[in-house]
């Protein structure tokens, strides 16, 4: 590792707290523009993970830098917590644009997922007078403490922390990737269905039940969706149950899976949805969008922050929607990712270690294996990544085995034809026996 990197990184892990790190590779970046990452050795990267899933239109696209220099030039702040300001204004009626649902619409902004999730958390128990959570085995939803009441995911997150939210039931995520042979979608998902519906016979009292928050694609467990037959049938049960139905578009929302938000690939409309991430290019921003009446079920002030949709971030939201639409990038993230995918297919053709391949746009899981059990598949894909990492490219894991495979909607044709041949590199020389052990010391990842 070169000098520099390995000396900011000894500082960061001498300062910063462990718990807010999992890093994968030693990477401190310099300057960033469109997909490319510098870092401060002057080593450039193609990030094909968008940061994280924030930098949908790229790292400082033209457009949101122009926009957030205006606003910063008329100011940076004024008290939008007891005044009004424009952006947010603004900002408030494209989002309720975008989000599904013809019905009347508000929005809570806050910084992160993380506590946008709370803001739903307490709007649906508000609204419906219930204080009962369903979520799922699987789900990550944030790092506040309403979040990771209702995440499920690692164990670490609650470790040590508790008591968390009560009231809370993780229950089975019907994974699509657990569909067998014999089954037809609709026979899968009427099994799943009843699998779930079990619950309240026996334990849950639907009438006690305020919200049920779903991923529509689980990210962190390996980028998998469920049947859409099975969210008509999860949309129907809380229809008749009076219960509300919470879409977690934290890392799928804004373009990523070729349409605003992944809910709506299910014909589902949510009653709210949690959105952060990519909504600002990066500044911190995050909104619950949904029924007025349940958004103003919370009472004043109940979720009142400071510098909630401060104005330099909406000024950044705002152009992040443009920039979206007037590029294109719904369609762009549904071309690159049928490109992405055709070539992971390619691959797979000369590989044995590809089990499946599942896309929704630029949301793309690949599931490595190995038949011959010679190589646990959480040292397969790290192998792949920091191979990848050599080679100059980022590229992460999810799920213990998948491929996390998610640039930003404004990669060019070249720029992803370079990646996918150095992907395809890499599986070439893992076949001929060409990575080494000795990477699995290197890469770390959560």
Known sequence: MNKTNQLLID??????????????????????KGVIVEDVEGREYIDLISSACVLNTGYNHDEVVKSVKEQIDKYIHFANDYFYTEPQIQLSKELVEITPGEFKK??????????????????ARAYTGRSKIISFIGSYHGSTYGAISISAI????????????????????????????????????KRKFLEFEENFKYYIPAEEVAAVFIEPIIG????????????????????????????????????????????EHFEVVPDLVVMGKAMASGFPMSAVVGREEVIDSIAMPGQLFTLQGNAVTAAAALSTIK???????????????????????????NTSIIKD???????????????????????????????????????????????????PLIISDLEIKEAMDKIEEVFREYEQGEIPDSILNEIKGW
């Open 11 to 32: 500082l960061d892990e001498e300062y910063i707290a462990k718990c807010t790190r999992a890093p994968y590779f030693p990477i401190v970046a310099k300057r960033a």
């Open 106 to 123: 508000k929005v809570i902004f806050g910084f992160s997922g993380s506590d946008s999730i709370d803001s739903a958390i307490k709007a």
């Open 154 to 189: 690692d164990l670490n997150m609650k470790r040590k922390i508790g008591p968390l939210l009560p009231e809370v039931f993780h229950l089975k995520y019907p994974l699509s990737t657990e569909m067998k042979d014999f089954e037809s979608e609709e026979d899968f998902s």
């Open 220 to 263: 962190d467990l390996g980028l998998i969706a469920p049947p859409k037959i099975f969210m008509k049938l999860l949309r129907k049960f809380c229809d008749e149950n009076g219960i509300l139905l919470v879409a977690d578009e934290i890392q799928q929302g804004f373009g990523r899976t070729g349409k605003w938000f992944s809910i």
């Open 323 to 349: 920039v979206i639409r007037e590029e294109n990038l719904l369609k762009r993230a549904t071309d690159v990712g049928s490109y992405i995918v055709k070539r992971f297919n390619d691959i797979a053709k």
């Open 357 to 407: 391949i599942r896309g929704w746009g630029l949301t793309i899981g690949v599931e490595l294996f190995d038949e011959k059990k010679i190589i646990p598949s959480v040292n397969l894909v790290k192998k792949i990544c920091y191979r990848c990492f050599e080679k100059g490219l980022i590229l992460i894991y999810l799920g213990g085995n998948t491929l996390r495979v998610q640039p």
